[in-house]
């Protein structure tokens, strides 16, 4: 059973930064893909940052230029380093692998999420 366990999240001003960091586990063969989404309540789940396991790197415009994505040396871990946060990064970030092979299937998982807020 593949699991996606969310660190890094917490309270931080506006201008701060927070690294978030992703791991996944269990039976993988290879992940084509794997990105960071954001949720506030009433809105929907939005696209954050994908790279892929070529290294090609995906941004949100809002994002471009502040958050980095980025693949660690430990296999299929992702990080996300978020800087200059505004208060309109405050969410509940999800970590996402696409294009996951195991013995069983090739599909996407989600973890559970890690909180973010950007408030003074």
């Known amino acids: 059973q593949v699991q996606l366990v969310e660190s890094g999240g917490g309270l931080v001003q506006p201008g701060g930064s927070l690294r978030l960091s992703c791991a996944a586990s269990g039976s993988i063969f290879s992940i084509n893909a794997m990105g960071w989404y954001r949720q506030v309540p009433g809105n929907q789940r939005e696209l954050v940052a994908t790279i892929a396991s070529g290294g090609t790197t995906n941004y949100a415009d809002s994002v471009k230029g502040r958050f980095t994505i980025s693949r660690g040396n430990v296999q299929n871990t992702v990080f996300l380093q978020m800087n200059s946060l505004k208060p309109e990064d405050t969410g509940v970030y999800y970590c996402?692998?696409?294009?996951?092979?195991?013995?069983?299937?090739?599909?996407?998982?989600w973890g559970k999420g890690t909180l973010v807020t950007v408030s003074s």
């Open positions: 996402n692998a696409d294009g996951v092979v195991t013995i069983a299937r090739i599909g996407a998982y």
